[in-house]
């Protein structure tokens, strides 16, 4: 049954007519929040794996491989194949900053990772500051031959907050990326996490109505995970800060919806980080009780994507 949002499904049953998997590759980079360049420990919610492990696409746990893209495709076909009958793919470059190498480096990476006659297209995720114009270049001959979009840990619209969580990123330089990236059309996708420290439902909603105003390609929304390994693990047990309930976390979510131009392709509306790393939301285990929560919650509305956008 079709959802009340435009999913990443509808958006792959429009454009080519079968189901597509994410595969979710390791390619060996790190992050100038890890590598001292900016910062050593990572942003507040990010544990050692990077990210990797914190939305939950394809891969449930992320670890770190020596395996060359080639051998990690091959394995995640396999291990993916009774789900699906003769899907097609998108090669995902996820954990860290995946444009953080050469140029030469990324060339011959990307590269690997679209050989496979099944694979479409590719996806990468990075930070506007590890993007620089040689990339967009780069990432622009993907685009013109295939499904390619770029993924930005956008998080929040206020400085305040993105100070807090240690993105060391402005949204001055976040928009200056964002406008050279649109100028080639590449389609970029932004993640936007909802329970930030410190924010109030009016500044969460704040963040959705930028995204809605810029218009990207797509948006992720992730529900905060306190993660074993994060600093934000010792954030949480030495404050009083309080994660989201999944009542108001599916409220939260339908107001964003609500608020979201109608075209933007929702990619995702919950993570489901790995269960040995997760301290916090226990609820949020349960991705299917949450899925269901935001479609009956929508339809007990009556309504819909972007109904509130242009008010």
Known sequence: MKKAYYTLNDYFKETCQTKVVKLSLDGGFTCP???GSLDTRGCLFCSELGSGEFTGDTVSTFIRTDSDIKSQISAQKERLKSKWENPKYMSYFQNYSNTYKSIDALR???????QDESILGLAVATR???ISDEVIDLFATYSEKGFFWVELGLQTMHEETAERIRRHYSLTHFEAIYRKLMKQHINI?????????GENRAQMLDTVAYVSSLKPFGVKFHMLNVLKGSDLESYYY????????QEAYI????DALERLDSKIVVHRVTGDGPKALLIAPNWIKHKRAVLN???KELKRRGTYQGIYSHA
């Open 293 to 295: 929560g935001i479609d």
């Open 33 to 35: 929040n890890r590598d």
């Open 128 to 130: 506007p500051d590890c």
């Open 189 to 197: 996708v932004l993640h936007v996490i909802f329970g930030l420290p």
């Open 238 to 245: 030495e404050t009083e800060f309080q994660l989201l309930t």
């Open 251 to 254: 409220q939260l979510v339908c």
């Open 108 to 114: 011959s990476l990307y590269e690997e990772a679209t």
